[in-house]
T-cell receptor
Framework: ELKVEQNPLFLSMQEGKNYTIYCDYS?????LYWYRQDPGKSLESLFV?????AVKQEGRLMASLDTKARLSTLHITAAVHDLSATYFC????????????????FGKGTLLTVNP | DGGITQSPKYLFRKEGQNVTLSCEQN?????MYWYRQDPGQGLRLIYY???????QKGDIAEGYSVSREKKESFPLTVTSAQKNPTAFYLC???????????FGPGTRLTVT
């Protein structure tokens, strides 16, 4: 069974600081996704990482994937209040045939609070 | 505009009643999903469907039922057998492998 663990689960940081959220997973996969959820809202796709060494950046957020270590990171640079949200990573299960059964496994989410 | 719609946004029901949540997508996606989210928690998969007329149980299917008669639609019925149905329900769809899931706006169900 695929397990996806995020840490930290709660992160309170000051504006202007840098920090990294980690997403570990337990089985072979080279497809990982990051999502953002604002309070009371749905999930919004942030990044799609589809190969070892993939790196994507959008504004103050940068995501990377190391499939050998089974680890993805979401790095926050010079945080601003608008980044306050819950961030989820999700991993594809790769089936025996090399394909996916279309089911993503989500981490529990990291609640990020950026304080002035 | 392509997207996923869920209705209603808020739903209130009495205990013991079945209730059906609607999910429609016009993205021409093959796969559709239902998740449940409790306050401060992550997502738990209820059911998913990869093609029309076929669906699979997720991690917490007990007390729920679905149908997939059309590609665009994947309604979820919360039955009276579901012991704690009050939650935020999210529908999602996906084009295929190596594509992200797109989520609908959600339905907040309250059962008293």
């Amino acid at each position: 069974e695929l397990k996806v663990e995020q840490n930290p689960l709660f992160l309170s940081m000051q504006e202007g600081k840098n920090y990294t959220i980690y997403c570990d997973y337990s089985t072979t996969s080279d497809r990982l996704y990051w999502y953002r959820q604002d309070p009371g809202k749905s999930l919004e796709s942030l990044f799609v990482l589809l190969s070892n060494g993939a790196v994507k950046q959008e504004g103050r957020l940068m995501a990377s994937l190391d499939t050998k270590a089974r680890l993805s990171t979401l790095h926050i640079t010079a945080a601003v209040h608008d980044l306050s949200a819950t961030y989820f990573c999700a991993v594809d299960i790769i089936g025996g045939s090399g394909g996916s059964n279309y089911k993503l496994t989500f981490g529990k989410g990291t609640l990020l609070t950026v304080n002035p | 505009d392509g997207g996923i719609t869920q209705s209603p946004k808020y739903l209130f029901r009495k205990e013991g009643q079945n209730v059906t949540l609607s999910c429609e997508q016009n993205l021409n996606h093959d796969a559709m999903y239902w998740y449940r989210q409790d306050p401060g928690q992550g997502l738990r998969l209820i059911y998913y469907s990869q093609i029309v007329n076929d669906f699979q149980k997720g991690d917490i299917a007990e007390g729920y039922s679905v149908s997939r008669e059309k590609k665009e639609s994947f309604p979820l019925t919360v039955t009276s057998a579901q012991k704690n149905p009050t939650a935020f329900y999210l529908c999602a769809s996906r084009k295929g492998q190596s594509y992200e899931q797109y989520f609908g706006p959600g339905t907040r169900l309250t059962v008293t």
